[in-house]
């Protein structure tokens, strides 16, 4: 059983792992009752607010964490913003290639985004995450 507080927690290992391993990771949280989605990102961060937010909804959507009601597409939105504000300081206006990472337990949800920093030959990485609380299904 995954506690409130270890969501956020699975919502970053998501975040960080490659195909194999999200395919691995997924299938443990569905086996402790939990629902999970991960979705790759990439672009110029600043103009790709929208897109990153969408992707993020519809990762969920399509993997079954939210209903398609008004309520639970804006806790996603809330938190996959909330997440994006953590790393928008660090990688403005700059090329960003990630990962996010999307769980939901009863009625908690937690979306983490990982993104790798292009500047010139230097990598750099910044990580963000939100938690929102949903009525129950």
């Known amino acids: 059983m995954i506690l409130s507080l270890d969501i956020p927690k699975e919502a970053v290992r998501l975040a960080l792992t490659t195909r194999e391993e999200e395919k691995e990771l997924i299938a443990k949280i569905q086996f402790m009752g939990g629902q999970a989605a991960a979705v790759d990102i990439g672009g ?41 504000m953590q790393i928008l300081e660090r990688s403005s206006n700059l090329n960003v290639g990630g990962k996010i990472g ?35 299904r």
């Open 44 to 84: 110029n961060v600043s103009t790709s607010i929208p897109k990153i937010l969408e992707r993020a909804l519809v990762a969920s959507k399509r993997a079954g964490l939210i209903p398609e009601e008004y309520a639970a597409e804006g806790a996603v939105m809330g938190a996959a913003r909330d997440a994006l």
């Open 102 to 136: 999307l769980v939901r337990m009863s009625d908690d949800i937690a979306v983490c985004i990982y993104v790798s920093i292009g500047l010139l030959h230097l990598n750099e990485f910044a990580i963000g995450i939100g938690h929102r609380t949903l009525s129950p």
